[in-house]
């Protein structure tokens, strides 16, 4: 079987930097998504890591450790809009997701 | 916008009564999912298609859920015989045959009294 483990909160402030931690157990690993999700709103794709490593786009980053079954999101220059839930999820064998129970990101002012 | 379109956005129905959902995908797209998301919660994979066939349904997936995905299009989602735990965010996504990225609408809020 497969899952992945995140935090349930994170709490920063506005212009700072955070970083969501995702580890993951699976069968057979495909690589790992990131996706965010507002209040109401539909999941919307962020990144996806197929191998070890970094993946930068704008402000938000994605690192993955085969190794150590774990990669986490980073966002930079934090805006209020970011306030969020963001997920980590993983396709199995046949395309299927299986996510993560999400972080909510709180950002004060 | 994704592209992706969901009818109805919300739907209130009483427990035992039928509900029908539809989905629009993105008209590329080969493969389309359906998902049920709770609060709280990530969305849990319900089953999914590749053009027409329907390749892979959650073994937690009651009888009572169908889906349908005639010529490759639109899809739609029944439930049978609803009841109060079936109240959820139903999700649908598309996505390109070797595609990771799956891109959502906006969902079906479903509420059973």
């Known amino acids: 079987g497969q899952s992945l483990e995140q935090p349930s909160e994170v709490t920063a402030v506005e212009g700072a930097i955070v970083q969501i931690n995702c580890t993951y157990q699976t069968s057979g690993f495909y690589g790992l998504s990131w996706y965010q999700q507002h209040d109401g709103g539909a999941p919307t794709f962020l990144s996806y890591n197929a191998l070890d490593g970094l993946e930068e786009t704008g402000r938000f980053s994605s690192f993955l450790s085969r190794s150590d079954s774990y990669g986490y999101l980073l966002l930079q220059e934090l805006q209020m809009k970011d306030s969020a839930s963001y997920f980590c999820?993983?396709?199995?064998?046949?395309?299927?997701?299986?996510w993560g129970a999400g972080t909510k990101l709180i950002i004060k002012p | 916008d994704t592209g992706v379109s969901q009818d109805p956005r919300h739907k209130i129905t009483k427990r035992g009564q039928n509900v029908t959902f539809r989905c629009d995908p993105i008209s590329e797209h080969n493969r389309l999912y359906w998902y049920r998301q709770t609060l709280g919660q990530g969305p849990e994979f319900l089953t999914y298609?590749?053009?027409?066939?329907?390749?892979?349904k959650s073994r937690l997936l009651s009888d009572r859920f169908s889906a349908e995905r005639p010529k490759g299009s639109f899809s739609t989602l029944e439930i049978q015989r609803t009841e109060q735990g079936d109240s959820a965010m139903y999700l649908c996504?598309?996505?390109?045959?070797?595609?990771?990225?799956?891109?959502f609408g906006p969902g079906t809020r479903l509420t059973v009294t």
């Open positions: 996504a598309s996505s390109l045959l070797a595609g990771n990225e799956q891109y």
């Open positions: 298609f590749q053009n027409e066939a329907q390749l892979e």
């Open positions: 999820a993983a396709p199995d064998s046949n395309y299927q997701l299986i």
